[in-house]
Structure formats: structure tokens, C-alpha cells
């Protein structure tokens, strides 16, 4: 797995060179002061490792490294003749993740390669951006992955855009909409919805009804044989501030056949996503008359109320009366509620239509390798990193960033490269290009042959093990399967007569030639996946 690992990150490299970056290392601890400035120290969350030093001072385990680049090159870069610069690292990272899982999907230590590019202006991050784009793209097409480049939302991160590069996967944890009829591709989380059309029809006055024991969108809906489409879903939050003791009610409305986008609702109110949860309804009712399970935005004070887009243009809706057992038919904005914030609060989902062009759109779902964001003036500004211009103003540097998760990678790798006996690794990565067994270890012929083929192999630059373990043939064979090696040469019973057994892995059957050949034939063969 590191010989495999260390492929990835060899590639890496090579393409992050010839994208004109510079390789550095940075160290793993980090001061607070730095991410104090930036404002992050609170807004990253308990996602981040905290700890202090013999003299009580605040540092943090990297999960990420904007502010030291930003740091590094705000001392060393003064003039404009220094810029453009694209500096990166692969280097050990730390999120303290609330449940790890799926091995090296989700880890709290993970590797990483991490670049910040540092332009003169707009125009020139618009270029580095793209060069990692290409760059990216070459990265994970030598990997031997399918996979997607979709707009994504920046996080904690920040910016103005970014792209999240996805490995098709069933186990993937991201979703991705995507269109076919036009180049839309998305994250759930960053697409855009497509509101309905306004209804025409004329708004009637309000009318509270009993609705005993509804408190799902379903009931009410079935107990008033309305659509839930003409229905209003409550959703109730508490969100935090930076004091302990400081905090908010929020009640975000949507239509009630449609899902929340958490994502949506946080960068909406401006908050970091560690700083919202659901509200006990209990507490919240005391406070802002919310009423659980049949809570609507007609009786609610004391409260920010977000409203989906899509419920300024319907008529005559359902909505929670904020009593008990109660609800009041024929809600509409504006005449009867307002919402401090109005924005698309929606989930895509399959089918709905799709933000560019109308057609229906489609899922899928990835596995995140790599993200590329455009920082601008976020960290640059915040931290003061400058440079003078020809006519020896100040400016501020415009910036850029650009991950890849080598181990999440490797795992991605496998996810697409199996069958039921194991791993098929690409040539690219494979930790060997070929193995060569030797069926009965105690045959002084096949061992020599076995080592003749062996050494024709290194020979040629293969990259070649042999396996002469005292074990039975079906065990070496499994192993060999389940490591994934891309050629098998077997040395057995007819070694005397100078045969062998040569298969591919992505291959059910093999066929008989002769040691030499077998050995041609697959330094031939690892020398062309390698050249794709």
C-alpha cells in the first residue's frame, strides 16, 4: 500500500512541477495567533486538533495551511516582479472528525497535497486556477480514475468558487447533479434549484383549522387532502455565536415536498457549520412561540425567520398555526409574513430541473479526491499580505488554493479497480508491475527459471517481486490476485520444458509460452499502460 501511495504522490509532483509550483514543507503545528488573524480560529469548528504548548500557548494541528503560506510570503514577497507563485506540499493532516470511518476515507490523519497560488491580480488568478484545473485533470486520469469536475461550495475554506474533483463511486460519500443536456455538474450542496413557476391563482383569506394530531407534512397533508406542494415545512435551529452564553433562534420555511440544503441555510446566515443545530422545541416555544410539529411563520416573534424563494410566488398555502392541534390554510408572503432572509433553501434531488437548461437531472455518487478554490483577498486581506506595484503602491495579493487527498485517493483507486478476488491496480500505481511464482519452491528448475525471468524483468526497469514462499500454489496465487499485481508469470511443471504460465489480473485465463516470451511479452506490454 505505501509503495502504491508513493506512485500517487510521484505523480503528483511531477504534474504540480510541471504546472510551475515549488515543492516546500511546512510544519504540522501551527500557531493560533495566525489563525486569529484570519478569523478562523473559532469559525473552523471541533473539527480542529487544539492544544497548548508547556507555556500555556494556543496551537493547532493543520487541517489545512492558508494562513502559514499566507504568513511565509507576506515576509518574503515584497515586489510585483516576484509574482506570480504557486508553492505546495504533501504533508500529514489533522481534523478531528466527529465519525471517522470507511478506512481512508474518513480519517482523522490523512495525507495531503495542499498548493496556494499568489497572483498580481484577478486575471492572474483566473490563469493559476485553470493550470490546476489541467494539472488536477492529469493527476487523476493517470491514477487510472473516473471521474467528474463539479462546482462545489468553498466551506471553510472560503472564496468565491470552487470545483471538487469526484471519483464515481457507488460508496462515495458525495452526491453530485448533473445534467446530460448541458455541462452542468454540481455537489448537492452547491447546485442551485429552479423555483417553480408563481401560481395565478387569487389569494383567499386565512382560515385556522383543527388538524388534531398532524405533525408530519404527510398527515396534515392527507387530513386537508391538499398536495404537500401547497404546503409550508418548519424547520427550527439554534445557532451560536462566538461567546458561550451567545446564540439565536432561526426557523427556516421551505415547501413542503422539498428537502432542506443545511448548506444552503449556513452560508446564508453567514455562519460557520458548527454553529447551528436543531432547537428544542420546548425552549424555542418560550422563547418564540414555535409550536413543535406545528410551528408556521404567521405567529413567531423574537425569531430570524429564512424563507425558500420559492414560497414568495405560491398562493394559498398550508402552514402551522403555532397551536397545538391547529393549522391556518391559505398562507401567502407578503400579506400575511416576511422573512428576514429570502433565498433558495432547496435540495436538488432526481428529476427536478436542472439550473442551466431545464432538463431533468440526474445523481451520482463520488468519492471527493481533490478541490481547487479561488481565495481572492480572503486571507490576504485579513492578514496583510501585500506587494508593491510598478508604481510602488501596496496591493493585495490575490490568492488561490488547491488540495488533493492522496490517501483518499489510494482508497478511491480500489473502489474503482476490483472484482471479487481483489485489487486491479492501474499500471500507473501498482505497488509491482509483475509477480512471478514459482508453484513448488524445492524445484531447483523452476527456481531457476523463475530467477532467470526474474532478473530479465528488473533488467528491463520492471518493478518485479518473486514470490519463492514455502506455500501452496492456490495460496500464492489468491495473495498475488489480492494484491492486484498487473502481470503473473508462473513457473510450475513444465519449467523442464521452458514453459510458463502468463496472465493479466484484469484477465480470467492465462496462456502457455516460454519464459523468454512471458518476460517480452510483459515488459512490452507494463511499458505501454505505463506510456498511455
Same mark, same amino acid.
Given at each position: 500500500?505505501?509503495?502504491?501511495?508513493?506512485?500517487?504522490?510521484?505523480?503528483?509532483?511531477?504534474?504540480?512541477?510541471?504546472?510551475?509550483?515549488?515543492?516546500?514543507?511546512?510544519?504540522?503545528?501551527?500557531?493560533?495567533?495566525?489563525?486569529?488573524?484570519?478569523?478562523?480560529?473559532?469559525?473552523?469548528?471541533?473539527?480542529?486538533?487544539?492544544?497548548?504548548?508547556?507555556?500555556?500557548?494556543?496551537?493547532?494541528?493543520?487541517?489545512?495551511?492558508?494562513?502559514?503560506?499566507?504568513?511565509?510570503?507576506?515576509?518574503?514577497?515584497?515586489?510585483?516582479?516576484?509574482?506570480?507563485?504557486?508553492?505546495?506540499?504533501?504533508?500529514?493532516?489533522?481534523?478531528?472528525?466527529?465519525?471517522?470511518?470507511?478506512?481512508?476515507?474518513?480519517?482523522?490523519?490523512?495525507?495531503?497535497?495542499?498548493?496556494?497560488?499568489?497572483?498580481?491580480?484577478?486575471?492572474?488568478?483566473?490563469?493559476?486556477?485553470?493550470?490546476?484545473?489541467?494539472?488536477?485533470?492529469?493527476?487523476?486520469?493517470?491514477?487510472?480514475?473516473?471521474?467528474?469536475?463539479?462546482?462545489?461550495?468553498?466551506?471553510?475554506?472560503?472564496?468565491?468558487?470552487?470545483?471538487?474533483?469526484?471519483?464515481?463511486?457507488?460508496?462515495?460519500?458525495?452526491?453530485?447533479? $448533473?445534467?446530460?443536456?448541458?455541462?452542468?455538474?454540481?455537489?448537492?450542496?452547491?447546485?442551485?434549484?429552479?423555483?417553480?413557476?408563481?401560481?395565478?391563482?387569487?389569494?383567499?383569506?386565512?382560515?385556522?383549522?383543527?388538524?388534531?394530531?398532524?405533525?408530519?407534512?404527510?398527515?396534515?397533508? +392527507?387530513?386537508?387532502?391538499?398536495?404537500?406542494?401547497?404546503?409550508?415545512?418548519?424547520?427550527?435551529?439554534?445557532?451560536?455565536?462566538?461567546?458561550?452564553?451567545?446564540?439565536? $433562534?432561526?426557523?427556516?420555511?421551505?415547501? +413542503?415536498?422539498?428537502?432542506?440544503?443545511?448548506?444552503?441555510?449556513?452560508?446564508?446566515?453567514?455562519?460557520?457549520?458548527?454553529?447551528?443545530?436543531?432547537?428544542?422545541?420546548?425552549?424555542?416555544?418560550?422563547?418564540?412561540?414555535?409550536?413543535?410539529?406545528?410551528?408556521?411563520?404567521?405567529?413567531?416573534?423574537?425569531?430570524?425567520?429564512?424563507?425558500?424563494?420559492?414560497?414568495?410566488?405560491?398562493?394559498?398555502?398550508?402552514?402551522?398555526?403555532?397551536?397545538?392541534?391547529?393549522?391556518?390554510?391559505?398562507?401567502?408572503?407578503?400579506?400575511?409574513?416576511?422573512?428576514?432572509?429570502?433565498?433558495?433553501?432547496?435540495?436538488?434531488?432526481?428529476?427536478?430541473?436542472?439550473?442551466?437548461?431545464?432538463?431533468?437531472?440526474?445523481?451520482?455518487?463520488?468519492?471527493?479526491?481533490?478541490?481547487?478554490?479561488?481565495?481572492?483577498?480572503?486571507?490576504?486581506?485579513?492578514?496583510?499580505?501585500?506587494?508593491?506595484?510598478?508604481?510602488?503602491?501596496?496591493?493585495?495579493?490575490?490568492?488561490?488554493?488547491?488540495?488533493?487527498?492522496?490517501?483518499?485517493?489510494?482508497?478511491?483507486?480500489?473502489?474503482?479497480?476490483?472484482?471479487?478476488?481483489?485489487?486491479?491496480?492501474?499500471?500507473?500505481?501498482?505497488?509491482?508491475?509483475?509477480?512471478?511464482?514459482?508453484?513448488?519452491?524445492?524445484?531447483?528448475?523452476?527456481?531457476?527459471?523463475?530467477?532467470?525471468?526474474?532478473?530479465?524483468?528488473?533488467?528491463?526497469?520492471?518493478?518485479?517481486?518473486?514470490?519463492?514462499?514455502?506455500?501452496?500454489?492456490?495460496?500464492?496465487?489468491?495473495?498475488?490476485?489480492?494484491?492486484?499485481?498487473?502481470?503473473?508469470?508462473?513457473?510450475?511443471?513444465?519449467?523442464?520444458?521452458?514453459?510458463?504460465?502468463?496472465?493479466?489480473?484484469?484477465?480470467?485465463?492465462?496462456?502457455?509460452?516460454?519464459?523468454?516470451?512471458?518476460?517480452?511479452?510483459?515488459?512490452?506490454?507494463?511499458?505501454?499502460?505505463?506510456?498511455?
Amino acid at each position: 500500500g505505501y509503495r502504491s501511495l508513493r506512485k500517487i504522490e510521484g505523480i503528483i509532483r511531477e504534474e504540480m512541477d510541471a504546472a510551475g509550483a515549488q515543492e516546500i514543507h511546512m510544519s504540522a503545528l501551527q500557531p493560533a495567533e495566525l489563525w486569529q488573524e484570519s478569523g478562523r480560529w473559532y469559525a473552523y469548528g471541533p473539527e480542529m486538533w487544539r492544544l497548548k504548548d508547556r507555556n500555556e500557548r494556543d496551537f493547532c494541528l493543520g487541517p489545512t495551511h492558508e494562513e502559514i503560506f499566507t504568513d511565509i510570503v507576506r515576509d518574503e514577497v515584497s515586489s510585483y516582479r516576484q509574482l506570480p507563485l504557486n508553492l505546495y506540499q504533501i504533508q500529514t493532516k489533522y481534523r478531528d472528525e466527529k465519525r471517522p470511518r470507511f478506512g481512508l476515507m474518513r480519517s482523522r490523519e490523512f495525507i495531503m497535497k495542499d498548493a496556494y497560488s499568489f497572483d498580481r491580480n484577478w486575471e492572474g488568478l483566473d490563469k493559476s486556477y485553470q493550470d490546476m484545473y489541467g494539472a488536477y485533470e492529469k493527476v487523476f486520469t493517470r491514477c487510472g480514475l473516473v471521474f467528474r469536475a463539479v462546482e462545489a461550495d468553498t466551506g471553510a475554506i472560503g472564496g468565491s468558487a470552487s470545483h471538487e474533483f469526484t471519483a464515481l463511486s457507488d460508496v462515495g460519500e458525495s452526491e453530485i447533479a $448533473y445534467c446530460d443536456h448541458c455541462d452542468m455538474a454540481a455537489t448537492t450542496e452547491r447546485a442551485a434549484c429552479v423555483d417553480d413557476a408563481p401560481d395565478t391563482e387569487s389569494e383567499l383569506p386565512m382560515e385556522k383549522v383543527v388538524t388534531p394530531g398532524t405533525k408530519t407534512i404527510e398527515e396534515v397533508a +392527507g387530513f386537508l387532502k391538499v398536495d404537500q406542494k401547497k404546503t409550508i415545512k418548519a424547520l427550527l435551529f439554534k445557532v451560536y455565536g462566538e461567546a458561550e452564553d451567545q446564540f439565536e $433562534y432561526v426557523a427556516a420555511f421551505i415547501r +413542503g415536498d422539498r428537502e432542506l440544503n443545511m448548506t444552503k441555510l449556513v452560508n446564508a446566515l453567514g455562519i460557520p457549520e458548527h454553529a447551528i443545530e436543531f432547537a428544542n422545541e420546548n425552549e424555542m416555544g418560550e422563547a418564540t412561540g414555535a409550536v413543535g410539529g406545528f410551528t408556521g411563520p404567521t405567529g413567531l416573534h423574537d425569531c430570524k425567520i429564512v424563507v425558500d424563494s420559492e414560497l414568495i410566488g405560491q398562493k394559498n398555502l398550508v402552514a402551522g398555526a403555532c397551536e397545538v392541534d391547529h393549522h391556518i390554510k391559505n398562507v401567502n408572503y407578503d400579506r400575511d409574513y416576511k422573512g428576514d432572509i429570502v433565498t433558495d433553501l432547496k435540495l436538488l434531488k432526481v428529476g427536478d430541473k436542472c439550473p442551466l437548461c431545464g432538463a431533468p437531472v440526474k445523481m451520482a455518487r463520488g468519492i471527493a479526491v481533490g478541490q481547487v478554490f479561488k481565495l481572492g483577498t480572503k486571507y490576504s486581506k485579513s492578514m496583510g499580505a501585500y506587494y508593491k506595484d510598478e508604481n510602488m503602491e501596496s496591493q493585495l495579493i490575490i490568492m488561490g488554493c488547491y488540495g488533493i487527498g492522496v490517501t483518499r485517493t489510494l482508497a478511491a483507486i480500489v473502489e474503482q479497480h476490483h472484482d471479487d478476488n481483489g485489487i486491479i491496480w492501474p499500471m500507473s500505481v501498482a505497488p509491482y508491475h509483475a509477480i512471478v511464482t514459482i508453484v513448488s519452491s524445492g524445484d531447483e528448475v523452476q527456481t531457476a527459471l523463475a530467477e532467470a525471468i526474474y532478473q530479465e524483468l528488473q533488467k528491463a526497469g520492471v518493478e518485479a517481486v518473486l514470490d519463492d514462499r514455502n506455500e501452496r500454489p492456490g495460496v500464492k496465487f489468491k495473495d498475488a490476485d489480492i494484491l492486484g499485481i498487473p502481470v503473473r508469470i508462473t513457473v510450475g511443471k513444465k519449467a523442464a520444458e521452458g514453459l510458463v504460465e502468463y496472465k493479466l489480473r484484469k484477465e480470467a485465463s492465462f496462456t502457455e509460452i516460454s519464459g523468454h516470451e512471458a518476460a517480452a511479452q510483459a515488459i512490452a506490454y507494463i511499458a505501454s499502460e505505463l506510456n498511455k
